[in-house]
């Protein structure tokens, strides 16, 4: 063995993510990659020879934590060997950043060949180590070839450290077909989509995911099957605009009322008892054939996550949303119509590129008016890359924090009136852990209200109940347990 190498065989490491439920579903994948490399999970970092980010390029403070992450771990490159490597969701600009600082800088797309690359950087993992090279057909060893000629750019390189520069497009399907190592034993992601084809001026995903590509309806529906199958109660769809799904295959894959519909009927086959959700539609493809599939199927979670992101036209145009605020009542007004006990959840960015005052109130009635169960509401910074770096990022940090105080205010509001009419109903619930106060549970509902009562016990976790509901807060409530719906389970 080349004795600039470097073999270990209790090898460690530990995963950090950043950002939306896209790359926590990644960061499944590349758990499996790295264990089947003969790594050990660990949670504390500082015993791991192994250690990565999954980054998000979309909110300056996700990169703001990678720095800080970094920054930590090369310190501890004083005083042991580690390796260090950073892929996820990452606009060029901080990429080309990355790679003064970290060992490895790679693409999700470009996942499979990681073991490679640390093959190649030096790392003799127990898996690259017990790989044997098979003859060939006259007789002779195969010599290895060397892997840096086929997929490195030798023009990008970093102190001599050879960069991944495999295409997104060609590396995406693969990437797919790693099992995932999921993190919980009742809820799972499902990639469905990756890439967008809208370029919101304000959002940098075009640019770190590429453009749109659909995954196999047939893939994704053997994924979700093999879930219920092992007592999965809860899975969540996931593209950046999951509606949009199958456009891009030009009629070759079906839409995403189809694929909703190929699922509702697998769970009226099915005995087994799941909700299946989905994130993130965009208004413009969003059709009444989606709402009305969901209605149809019992399976399908009555719970639906529409962005509005501003409540005044001029900004809606600003921001390349391709709708007008007409556009989106109507939607909702079709949710309301199609799905009458549906929660309504929404994402809003407060303090766009010269929005005033008046076009802040725009939104503000929109959500008085739609009275929203939740909102994930961000004040504005500007990402390179994205069109809207190239204006002045004009409102103030001080507005924009009045603002968004101003919509929680009014979120809270609405979210505390909708709970209290929730008092002296019974809701099915799955339950999620235990609660933040000592002897409670916590889950949530269909329409993903959050429920608490009182009991400790732990085989409850990852099961449905029913809990009549006995009090209201905020964003939550608390109930009593009625009844488990697993007839094997006794309450303790």
């Known amino acids: 063995m080349d004795e600039n190498k470097q073999f270990v065989t209790d090898m460690r490491f530990h995963l950090v993510t950043l950002g939306c439920q896209m790359n926590k579903s990644d960061s499944e994948r590349i758990i499996t990659v790295i264990e089947q490399m003969g790594y050990t999970w660990t949670d504390n970092e500082e015993n791991a020879d192994l250690l990565g980010i999954v980054a998000c390029s979309v909110r300056q403070k996700a990169i703001d934590k990678v720095y800080t992450k970094i920054h930590k771990w090369n310190k501890w490159k004083d005083k042991r060997n580690l390796i260090s490597f950073v892929t996820g969701c990452v606009l060029p600009v901080d990429r080309e950043k990355f790679l003064r600082l970290f060992d490895l800088v790679f693409l999700i797309t470009e996942l ?22 098979e003859p060939d057909t006259r007789g002779k060893e195969s010599e290895a070839p060397d892997f840096r ?15 991944l520069m495999k295409k997104p497009e060609t590396g995406i399907f693969e990437f797919w077909k790693v099992n995932p190592q999921y993190r919980s034993e009742f809820e799972a992601f499902i990639p469905i989509q990756n890439g967008c084809d809208k370029f919101c001026t304000f959002c940098a995903v075009p640019y770190t995911r590429g453009r749109e590509i ?29 509606n ?17 519909k190929n699922i509702g009927e697998y769970g009226n086959q099915t005995s087994r008892d799941f909700w299946v959700y989905f994130t993130s539609p965009h208004p413009c493809d969003m059709g009444d054939d989606v709402l009305k599939t969901i209605r149809r199927y019992k399976c399908l979670a009555k719970q639906i996550h529409l962005p509005l992101q501003s409540g005044d036209d001029k900004v809606l145009m600003k921001m390349n949303r391709g709708h007008s605020l007409k556009d989106y009542l109507g939607i909702i007004a079709s949710i309301k119509k199609y799905l009458p006990s549906a929660t309504i959840f929404t994402d ?29 509401i961000a004040r504005y ?3 390179p890359g994205a069109a809207s770096a190239r204006w002045e990022d004009d409102v103030t940090h001080a507005v924009k924090k009045d603002r968004l105080l101003r919509l929680s205010d009014l979120l809270q509001q609405h979210s505390l009136e909708y709970n209290k009419k929730m008092t002296g109903r019974k809701y099915k619930v799955l339950v999620t852990g235990f609660d933040r106060q000592k002897g409670f549970l916590s889950g949530l509902t269909e329409g993903k209200i959050i429920v608490r009562f009182a009991s400790e016990n732990i085989q409850l976790i990852g099961e449905f109940v029913e809990v009549e509901i006995i009090s209201a807060a905020d964003f939550a409530t608390e109930g009593k347990l009625i009844s488990v719906y697993n007839t094997a389970l006794t309450e303790a």
Do not use: C
């Open 112 to 133: 499979q060949q990681f073991p490679e690359m640390l093959h190649q950087y030096g790392i003799v993992t127990p898996f690259s180590a017990n790989e044997r090279i």
């Open 149 to 163: 000629t086929l997929v490195f750019d030798h023009h990008k390189t970093i102190a001599g450290k050879p960069i």
């Open 214 to 242: 659909s995954r196999s309806g047939t893939e994704i529906l053997d994924e979700l099957k093999q879930l219920v199958e092992r007592g999965y109660k809860s899975i969540t769809l996931l593209g950046q605009n999951v």
């Open 244 to 260: 949009s799904y199958g456009l891009d295959k030009k009629g070759k894959e079906i839409s995403f009322a189809g694929l909703l």
């Open 348 to 376: 809003i960015i407060v303090g766009f590129s010269e929005e005033t005052e008046e076009q802040f109130m725009n939104t503000w009635k929109v959500m008085d008016e739609v009275r929203f169960n939740m909102a994930y």
């Open 381 to 383: 910074s500007p990402r």
